[in-house]
């Protein structure tokens, strides 16, 4: 992960949601934004973790203890 360029707290929420399941759309509605802003959210999270799609952002969220089960 770019050090010099953590998750912003809306970027978390969403990989948040992501992690849990949810869909661009549905992840748009949760939120109250648009699909189109979640989808620059999503490119910019996939970014900052070096990753190439949702599945690997999660995964390395993960390993980097920026997420955790939630219990």
């Given amino acids: 992960m770019d050090e010099e360029k953590p998750l912003t707290p809306r970027e978390l929420e969403i ?4 992690a849990k399941g949810l869909e661009r759309d549905d992840i748009a509605e949760v939120l109250g934004i648009a699909a189109t802003t979640v989808a620059g959210h999503k490119k910019r999270i996939l970014k900052k973790l070096g990753v190439h799609n949702a599945a690997e952002a999660v995964y ?9 089960v939630e219990k």
Avoid: D, V
């Fill in 15 to 18: 990989l948040k949601l992501t």
């Fill in 60 to 68: 390395e969220a993960f390993q980097l203890g920026i997420l955790s």
